[in-house]
């Protein structure tokens, strides 16, 4: 699983690291206390088509488990159609172990323009 940061101006993200999924919410919490985070985006899998599949079951079993150990924390989930793609044309992290790290900070970056782009605020600091 990958993990990311918003920059400070929330325009683009910065890759972090990658962890297992048994040291995701650990690692998460760790980070809760370190930065300046408002809101969890996690990345929804879902096909070219639309339509979902046993990923995305699982991504969103995880959600719930964010959802209910940091419940001060908004858990967004976005569509991350495509964005492992996109980072492997990242050259520092195309195929290694960082790629997913360069996954999670295409979907914080995309997440980060649709929120510039809506209505809505954008919350302070994202990861």
Do not use: W
């Not at 492992?84 to 323009?113: E, F």
Request: proline share 7%; charged share 25%.
């Amino acid at each position: 699983m990958g993990l990311a940061l918003s920059d400070p101006t929330l325009t683009y993200a910065l890759p972090l690291e990658s962890v297992s999924a048994k040291e995701s919410v650990n690692r998460i919490a760790q980070l809760l206390q370190e930065e300046a985070i408002t809101h969890i985006v996690i990345g929804l899998p879902t096909s070219l088509d639309g339509s979902s599949g046993p990923q995305r079951k699982r991504t969103e079993k995880f959600l719930r488990l964010l959802e209910r150990c940091f419940p001060e924390i908004p858990v967004i989930a976005f569509d991350e159609r495509m964005t492992s793609r996109a980072a492997d044309a990242l050259s520092p992290y195309s195929r290694s172990t960082n790629r997913d790290a360069g996954a999670a900070a295409v979907i914080l970056t995309d997440y980060l323009r649709s929120r510039k782009h809506s209505s809505s605020p954008a919350p302070s600091h994202h990861g």
